[in-house]
Structure formats: structure tokens, C-alpha cells
């Protein structure tokens, strides 16, 4: 059973980087029929797909055109988990943040706990 | 990207009930579409996936129907536990998008 846990900071000072970690357990990062995506959800924008990275024979990273230029998944494989970086952020980037699996099938399960990140100062 | 609606956005039921729950997408999604539940403070989980299949887990009380640009969640005999906000997600096209999701409350 996959399971996935998430860490990071919840309170992040405007201009500066959010930065996130989603460990894995049951499953590996590098696994080749699984693609680990970030997901956030605010009242605003509703539930939001933020960008992924999977293993196919090399590592490929998509990403949200909205966010392209702040955004970065990166796998770690020592640690068997991947995480999240985006610059420069505004308040506009408050929200809870959720890491998921979507495997090769395109529904999204499981999901971390999430994590509610405040951009203030 | 693609537009995900649904309808209605609150719907007030009573336990025992049968609600239904409408999804539409903007255009042709095939029945690549996946239903999800979540409670306050909590992460969504996982009720119905290729717009029919089960999650594993889920109670058959629960049931999802449609495809191509029209899609329903159907709860029935409604339990305490099934009061909560429920979204669709189509996964024809990247990016992955979801509805704005339905809150369902307690008459």
C-alpha cells in the first residue's frame, strides 16, 4: 500500500522559495508506471495541478504553463522521495499543497496529508 | 486546458437520501474521468475512477456514469459519513483539471 508523507515549511516570506518534500513508502520514485505530481487547492483557484516528474527509461518533468519559470519537481532517489520548489512567491501563493501519485493511469491516488503554506511576511 | 463544470455547486440532503451529482466537460473526454470525495481538512480520496470503476474500498452506494462531455456521481441511501465536497477530474488531456466541486450538506 503507497503511502505518502509530506514535510516542509508552512509559513514562507514573499519573494522568496516555497519548498516542499513527499516521501514515499510501498512504491519507489523510480518506478516506471508512476508519475508523482504536486496539487494545490485555494479557495480562489479551487484544485490546482502544479507539475510532476516520472521515471521512463530517463526522468521527464512536466509542468504547469502557469507556473513555468518558478517551478521544480525533482525525484531523489537515495531518499526515495521527490519535492517541490517554486520561487518567487506572492500571497496569491497561499494554499494547501498536496503531493499524489498518478501512475500510469491519470486519476490521482494516494495523496499526502497536505500542507498549508502562507506566503507573508 | 480543459473546463470542468459541475452542478450544483451546494446540495442539501437528508441520510437515506439519493443525490446525483453532474460533471460536464468542455469538450470529449471519453470516460476518462475520476470522482473524488474530501473532507474539511483533509486530503480528496479516491471514490470512482474511468467514470464507472469503483476505488478500491468504496461502499457500491456510490456510482458513477457518463461519457464524453456529460458525467454523474450517484450516492445512494446516503450515510453521515457521505457529507462532504465532491470533485471530478478529467484525465483525456494535460494538464489534469478539475471541477469546482459540489458541497454536500446535511438537510
Known amino acids: 500500500q503507497v503511502q505518502l508523507q509530506q514535510s516542509g515549511p508552512g509559513l514562507v516570506k514573499p519573494s522568496q522559495t516555497l519548498s516542499l518534500t513527499c516521501a514515499i513508502s510501498?512504491?519507489?520514485?523510480?518506478?516506471?508506471?508512476?508519475?508523482w505530481n504536486w496539487i494545490r487547492q485555494s479557495p480562489s483557484r479551487g484544485l490546482e495541478w502544479l507539475g510532476r516528474?516520472?521515471?521512463?527509461?530517463?526522468?521527464?518533468?512536466d509542468y504547469a504553463v502557469s507556473m513555468k519559470g518558478r517551478i521544480t519537481v525533482n525525484p531523489d532517489t537515495s531518499k526515495n522521495q521527490f519535492s517541490l520548489q517554486l520561487n518567487s512567491v506572492t500571497p496569491e501563493d497561499t494554499a494547501v499543497y498536496y503531493c499524489?501519485?498518478?501512475?500510469?493511469?491519470?486519476?490521482?491516488?494516494?495523496w499526502g496529508q497536505g500542507t498549508l503554506v502562507t506566503v507573508s511576511s | 486546458d480543459i473546463q470542468m463544470t459541475q452542478s450544483p455547486s451546494t446540495l442539501s440532503a437528508s441520510v437515506g437520501d439519493r443525490v446525483t451529482i453532474t460533471c460536464r466537460a468542455s469538450?470529449?473526454?471519453?470516460?476518462?474521468l475520476a470522482w473524488y470525495q474530501q473532507k474539511p481538512g483533509k486530503a480528496p480520496k479516491l471514490l470512482i475512477y474511468?467514470?464507472?470503476s469503483l476505488g478500491s474500498g468504496v461502499p457500491s452506494r456510490f456510482s458513477g456514469s457518463g461519457s464524453g462531455t456529460e458525467f454523474t456521481l450517484t450516492i445512494n441511501s446516503l450515510q453521515p459519513d457521505d457529507f462532504a465536497t465532491y470533485y471530478c477530474?478529467?484525465?483525456?488531456?494535460?494538464?489534469?483539471?478539475f471541477g469546482q466541486g459540489t458541497k454536500l450538506e446535511i438537510k
Open positions: 499524489t501519485n498518478e501512475g500510469d493511469r491519470g486519476y490521482f491516488h494516494p
Open positions: 510501498g512504491d519507489s520514485v523510480s518506478s516506471d508506471n508512476a508519475a
Open positions: 516528474t516520472y521515471y521512463r527509461s530517463k526522468w521527464y518533468n
Open positions: 469538450q470529449s473526454i471519453s470516460t476518462w
Open positions: 474511468k467514470a464507472s
Open positions: 477530474q478529467q484525465y483525456n488531456f494535460s494538464p489534469r483539471t
